[in-house]
């Protein structure tokens, strides 16, 4: 009432008159509303009768948008009306049934639940149970699909929950939704959550990595860590800036932190690092975690572990053809696709890029490590990003012919759709001296970048130069 004044209606009764008006067009029926005798108590009756009605509110918010559009009042209306606080809705009996069934009850994850119902911008909420969650969820303001995280939340418990309750949960779920009109966007959630999570779906760390622009003795770190297989992007870690020989020991913590999350979770997990071009020959293959025990054992013995490019991800004009081969690859994940680069690729210029415009090709195998700068004519990584393969692999000194050999042995064994899971299974068999038909030790160190075009984080700034950036000239590239 407060902003509708301020919009000058309290002293306007040809303006009240209009805006009932607008009202009554956009409900498609009148509102009964007593005069008063004062222009700020007629106001009064407006709100209370459109508060009153099915779809009111929003039909008020309509008409202050036709009245003064693009105004102040105008968003701040539309903020109250549609960014609701569940306090302000929840009936007390609601409330204390709810209290009396969620208090004390811890489910499973429940912080990943949290997170998800907060959504990505939310702040991370430390809960002792599902109620506390609850209750702090509920002074999150309602997105624009409608549905308030805490209701999303109670949707989520009533997965975890024994049937009984969780249909208990839903029930009570549903009557609040259609209440606040929310109905449609908590029929789509359950429509989400019934689909299946995919058989082999993986959690994610993905830790990126940036050259400090200002201290080259330093790198600038970001991560996300999943803890919902169908929610991505999670939230984002932070940006820590890194000493370059502190690098890995800085990796081990977020790994350890990572499994203390995932302490619960009994799927599979895997390691992604985003790397520059200037740092893809970092060997994250070979770090380990848990050094304070003083025993620090191998990541690949865990996790498998790949790097992606943060070129790429930044490249949007890139992403289309990327995101073409993927599906390509995922549709047919046969030995077949494979492209086995040789130098003679590299004798005209743009000879390997006609050949990779071919999608049959979905991973290339380069004939050396790439360098850590392009080289113009002359660049199979370059070609191979440019062409949307989402799998390019190397090694930092095996021969080609052995190389072709170890990576026809791992393609031919299954298809390409989970080469990451079968190259870590090389590196174990490669520290148990496995005897099988190639060299595996060869596995070590050999490198994969897998980038899949649907898990990405958004990065800021774009990888070449744009021209003159607002603010601070020496703020650095930060991920977001």
């Known amino acids: 009432m407060n902003v509708l004044a301020s919009a000058g209606l309290a002293v306007d009764p040809a303006g ?10 956009n409900l498609g029926f009148p509102l009964t509303i007593p005069e008063q005798a004062t222009g700020r108590d007629h106001l009064i009756e407006v709100v209370n009768a459109c508060a009153k009605a099915d ?11 036709m009245m003064r559009p693009d105004s102040p009042e105008s968003d701040a209306i539309r903020r109250l009306v549609h960014q609701p606080r569940m306090h302000d809705l929840l009936p007390e009996p609601e409330s204390m049934w709810l209290h009396s069934v969620l208090a004390g009850v811890v489910p499973a994850r429940l912080a990943a639940l949290v997170r998800r119902a907060a959504g990505p911008a939310g702040p991370v909420l430390e809960v002792r149970d599902a109620w ?20 999303m939340f109670v949707e989520l418990v009533a997965a975890k929950c024994a ?33 299946a999570v995919p058989e082999g779906t993986r959690l994610h760390l993905m830790i990126v990595v940036q050259p400090d622009g200002i201290d080259p003795g330093r790198h600038l770190v970001s991560h996300w860590r999943q803890e919902d297989p169908a929610e991505w992007p999670p939230p984002r870690g932070g940006l820590v800036a890194v000493a370059v020989e502190q690098l890995e020991h800085h990796v081990d913590a977020l790994v350890v932190e990572a499994e203390r999350a995932w302490s619960e979770y009994r799927g599979e997990v895997a390691l992604e690092f985003v790397l520059p071009r200037s740092l893809l020959n970092l060997p994250v293959h070979l770090w380990c975690k848990e050094h304070e025990t003083g025993d620090p054992r191998p990541l690949v013995l865990d996790y498998p572990i790949v790097v992606r490019s943060l070129e790429r991800m930044r490249s949007r004009q890139w992403h289309r053809a990327w995101r073409i081969r993927w599906e390509t690859m995922m549709a047919d994940p046969s030995a077949e696709r494979v492209y086995f680069c040789g130098a003679e690729d590299m004798v005209e210029r743009h000879r390997l890029d006609a050949i990779l415009s071919d999608e049959k090709w979905v991973v290339m195998l380069l004939d050396c490590a790439p360098s850590s700068r392009p080289q113009p004519g002359a660049d199979a990584l370059a070609a191979g990003l440019r062409s949307g393969l989402p799998a390019l692999l190397w090694h930092p000194d095996a021969s080609l012919d052995l190389l072709r050999e170890v990576v026809t042995w791992l393609v031919e064994s299954g298809g390409l759709d989970d080469l990451p899971a079968r190259v870590q299974a090389s590196r174990r068999a490669a520290f148990r001296e496995v005897r099988i038909p190639v060299d595996l030790t060869v596995a070590r160190n050999l490198v994969i970048l897998w980038d899949d075009p649907d898990r990405l984080v958004f990065l800021d700034g774009p990888p070449f130069p744009a021209g003159p950036r607002k603010g601070n000239p020496d703020e650095r590239d930060r991920a977001s």
């Open 16 to 25: 009240r008159a209009l805006l009932l008006d607008l009202v009554h067009d």
């Open 55 to 65: 779809g009111g509110m929003s039909a008020l918010a309509g008409a202050v948008r």
């Open 132 to 151: 506390e969650a609850f209750r702090l969820l509920s002074d999150f303001n309602t997105p624009p699909s409608g549905l308030p995280p805490s209701l």
């Open 163 to 195: 049937p009984e309750l969780g249909d208990q949960l839903r029930e009570w779920n549903t009557v609040q939704a259609r209440r606040l009109q929310a109905e449609a966007r908590l029929r789509e959630l359950r429509a989400e959550r019934e689909r």
